[in-house]
Structures are given as C-alpha cells and as structure tokens.
C-alpha cells in the first residue's frame, strides 16, 4: 500500500508520522515552495498530546511550549463567571500544551524528515484534482501526477479534493465575527501558564502564553481579540480578505471594550509588531468523507469555528484514527464511522458557542455585569455547559476537578 497525503499542514504531517509508525509507505505532496512557520498561538488538548507523546515528540513539545495549567472565563470587565485547571492540574496523564502554530508545524516538519527522508514531502506540488480507478488513485498537480492506493485529503479549508468530491456543496458558513491575532513578548501574568477568555457574544478576548520568553518572567503572549460586525448567515467574506494584515486604526475601539486587570490590553496590541485579521468561518458536515480510494483529514473534513480548542487536537485524532485503520488494509469504513459524527457534533455545538457558550449567556442575562453570579446562572448550569462539551469533544476525563 502506498498512501498519497495532499498537504503538509499539523495534519497531513501527523499523519505521514502515524503511517510511518505502523509501517505504511506514504509521499506527503505541498503546495508551498517551503514549509514555513506560519501563525500564532493555538491549543492541543490532552487527547491529542496522548497520539504526539507515542510518536515520541512530548519533550520536544516542553522545550517550545508551555503546559496549560488553568482555564478562565471572564466578562468584558473581568468579573470571573468559570475557573477549572487543565491538562496535568485536572488529574489528566497527559498535559495541554498552548504553542505557536508554526512552532508546532516545524517540530512535525523535522520529524517527518528525520523519520522519512529529507525528500519526503514534496514541495511546490499543489493538488488539483484526482481521478480513480480499480487499481489505484492518480492525484494531479499544477505540474505532474502521482500515484497510489490512497489519497487522503489533509489540504485545508479550501481543499480542492472536497471541491471535487462535493461540487454543489454551498461554501463557507460566516458566523458574523471578525478575529484579530497577533503574538508578542510581554510580563506573565498569574502563573505564567493561565488560559483567559473574556466577553461574551459581540466582543471576545483570549489571552494565554505559548513559549517561554527571552527571561524569566517573560512569555510570548498570544492574544485574539473578536467582534461581531455580522449577522449569522451573512455571505462570507470573500478569500483574498483572510489572513488580511489588521490595522491598530480597525482594531483599538473593539479592544478598549475590555477591562481585564491581568494585562494592559491596549499596550500589548500596540506592542505587536503584526497582526492578522479572520473571518471565523466553518461548513456544513458533509454525509461521507470517504469516497473510493479517496478520504478526507482535519480542516479539509470538518472545519469548525476556533472555540474549545480543538481545530488542530481533531486533525490530530483524525490522523491517528486513518492510520491504525489502514493497518487492516484499505477499507475507509471505520474511520468515517468513528470520526465523522463526533466532529459533526463538535462543529454544530461550536456554532452554539462551545464552552465559550457560557460567557454568552452570562452577557444575555446580565450584560452590565452581577453582584452575585448564582443569582444570575446556577453552578449547576455553568458546569452543564462547559462539561458537556468536554464530553463531547472526548476529553472530558481530563476535567475531573472542576469548580465556578
């Protein structure tokens, strides 16, 4: 069997990892001329660290990241509606990590060319298309084909395989908010490990650090700042306008409609040397992923608004998921059958907001703020939200010690 890997991305890379673990031949084919290191900050949940940890990458992983030590949910003005540790604190084997992106995609990177061969991921090959057959599948580039038993999708939102396999399909499903993103070193704040999210359904900010910073004492921050300028449903922002550089001028009003004590917001945007700017954007669950010789991983299968911290901990279980199917040979049917529900379940309950839910409902209740916060929600309710979420995105286990 020989497994053709359309993208190079956290996905397609893990995925090459997992084959090579289990003694599967795969040709992992990019479109980039180089696999840079793109992005800021995001999470990987302790499920997912588990599938990272057996490939052998966990100490790599401490010396570039930091493990999530406690989540918290705020208003707009800092009053605390939701306190629970994470990872390792939560009584999980396995820890959260918050780390950069690219970060992330270079560790995978050097993996993949140490495991496989400097030449295992074929650059300037953008995927086009594919065509299928008893025998084998043929993936088309720009410039050539390739040919194998397989070919798996792992080719983003955007993915011309999905394109091909559902044409009619409708598109990208805007839920109205823009996102702001940026990085920058700056002073820790509680233990220097914290994840903070603040707001409620207009305006979002999330905070936490994702390395080690050039001092003790120093981080590098990762911050998202959202608003929504949007109804629900409004017709997408067109693609030329993603990963637009985002301006101070657009930016400082929707940030200074926050008053968080644990950092000077406005000094840390401004104090960003780049920033970007994101529509938050997903599409609608597709009824197979599997077609053929052909299936889909990661963004290219599901992807889900950035709420839960769990774009890339999915891609990730995806991966692991395809790999220890194929072992048995090419039938796709248990992995469609064990991913594709859970993840439609994940992106419908991030479209209700996720866990992040919680702080909407505050807002709605009690949008100028509480004197006490149980007579606005019940802890009962609080925990209802977050919990069941958790439950269902499959690392509920790591939330054992729960308390707000």
């Known amino acids: 069997m020989k497994v053709l890997v359309n993208g190079a991305g956290i996905g397609g890379l893990t995925l090459a990892l997992m084959l090579h673990a289990r003694g599967i031949p795969c040709e992992i084919f990019e479109a980039a001329p ?19 940890a057996e490939l052998g990458l966990l100490p790599e992983l401490d010396r570039i990241a930091i493990r999530t030590s406690e989540l918290r949910y705020l208003t707009r003005r800092g009053q605390e509606i939701w306190r629970e540790p994470r990872g390792i604190a939560a ?3 396995y820890p959260q990590f918050s780390i950069h992106r690219g970060r992330l995609h270079a560790l995978l990177r050097d993996a993949v060319h140490d495991r496989l ?4 991921v074929r650059l300037s090959h953008r995927g086009t298309g594919f065509a299928q057959d008893a025998q084998g599948v043929t993936l088309h580039f720009e410039n050539g084909t390739a040919r194998g038993d397989l070919l798996v999708a792992a080719d983003g939102v955007h993915s011309p395989i999905r394109a091909q396999l559902y044409p009619d399909e409708a598109g990208l499903k805007w839920n109205g908010v823009m996102m702001w993103r940026g990085a920058v070193e700056t002073d820790a704040f509680a233990d220097g490990r914290t994840m903070i999210v603040a707001g409620g359904f207009t305006y979002k900010l999330v905070l936490y650090p994702i390395a080690p910073g050039s001092a003790p004492g120093r981080v590098l921050m990762n911050w998202v700042v959202t608003y929504r300028p949007g109804a629900e449903g409004s017709p997408a922002p067109r693609r030329e ?36 700017e994101y529509p938050m954007c997903d599409r609608d669950p597709l009824p197979s992923w599997n ?9 290219a299968a599901h992807p889900m608004y950035p709420v839960g911290s769990n774009g890339a901990s999915q891609a990730i279980l995806d991966t692991r998921a395809l790999a220890d199917q194929l072992v048995g040979g090419l039938s796709l049917a248990g992995y469609d059958a064990l991913r594709r529900p859970m993840t439609a379940e994940i992106v419908r309950l991030n479209r209700l907001g996720g866990p992040e839910g919680l702080i909407d409902e505050v807002e709605r209740r009690a949008p100028e703020g509480f004197a006490d916060l149980d007579r ?3 802890p009962e309710e609080r925990a209802a939200i977050v919990r069941g979420y958790a439950t269902t995105a499959g690392f509920s286990g790591d939330q054992t010690r729960k308390r707000g």
Do not use: Y
């Open 376 to 378: 606005v929600i019940t």
């Open 241 to 276: 306008d993603w990963n637009r550089q985002g301006t101070l001028d657009e930016l400082i009003p929707h940030v200074r409609a926050f008053d968080v004590d644990v950092i000077d917001l406005e000094a840390l945007v401004r104090a960003t040397p780049v920033f970007l």
């Open 117 to 120: 061969g400097p030449g295992a």
């Open 291 to 299: 077609h053929g010789r052909v299936t889909l991983i990661g963004d």
């Open 34 to 52: 180089e696999l840079r290191e793109l992005g800021v900050g995001i999470n990987v949940l302790p499920h997912a660290i588990r599938e990272l």
């Open 91 to 93: 009584g999980s084997d």
